[in-house]
């Protein structure tokens, strides 16, 4: 768990508040910024997700990249024509 993922729950809480304050209230607004808040801290709750999926390939990357620099090289260079010859054929 990372800071974002923290502070996405964190938020989704405090949204879930305010829209049940706004709808016992019958305030229309703070319902509305209640429902926004949920949608901002799940997505960054998602954003948390990804990082922490990602982590672990990021770190074989940099270590790859520290043990064999030039075939990390190699690599992303071939990985980069792939990906521009891809785009270019899409026309």
Known sequence: MNNDTLEG???D?????KETTGTLTGNDRLRGEGVADQVGGNTQKAVGSLRDAVAPITNQAKELYRTRPMATLALAGVVGIALLNTLRGRR
């Open 9 to 11: 729950s964190t938020r």
């Open 13 to 17: 809480i405090a949204g879930r508040v």
